[in-house]
Nanobody, 123 residues
Framework: QVQLVESGGGSVQAGGSLRLSCAAS???????MAWFRQAPGKEREGVAA???????RYADTVTGRFTISRDNTKNTLYLQMNSLKPEDTATYYC??????????????????WGQGTQVTVSL
């Protein structure tokens, strides 16, 4: 059983940056992992994913602004968010799967989820 804990959320002005972290309770070096977000009144959506082969995928809305990475020595997943926009405001969730090959944003493919961290971007 893997537990995921997100941190790094907060409030920032448009154009600013934040770095989210997701600390795992066990080794996740070959896990597929992803960041999702959910804005008020909207469905949860995938933002960025990285699988056990280090293949990376981004949602079109964040490509060029967000960067997903992982430090396997610390069992930690990161999301560097630059050039933030008000529409990035959401609760951000970390997710993980023991399957190495997952690189999509199908929620059912991820077994483990964190509790979320709030990101608020103001004008």
């Amino acid at each position: 059983q893997v537990q995921l804990v997100e941190s790094g959320g907060g409030s920032v002005q448009a154009g600013g940056s934040l770095r989210l972290s997701c600390a795992a309770s066990g080794s996740t070096s070959r896990y597929s992992m992803a960041w999702f977000r959910q804005a008020p009144g909207k469905e949860r959506e995938g933002v960025a994913a990285i699988n056990g082969f280090e293949i990376i995928r981004y949602a079109d809305t964040v490509t060029g602004r967000f960067t997903i990475s992982r430090d396997n020595t610390k069992n930690t997943l990161y999301l560097q968010m630059n050039s933030l926009k008000p529409e990035d405001t959401a609760t951000y969730y970390c997710a993980a799967s023991e399957d190495w090959y997952i690189i999509d944003f199908e929620e059912n493919g991820y077994r483990y989820w964190g509790q979320g961290t709030q990101v608020t971007v103001s004008l």
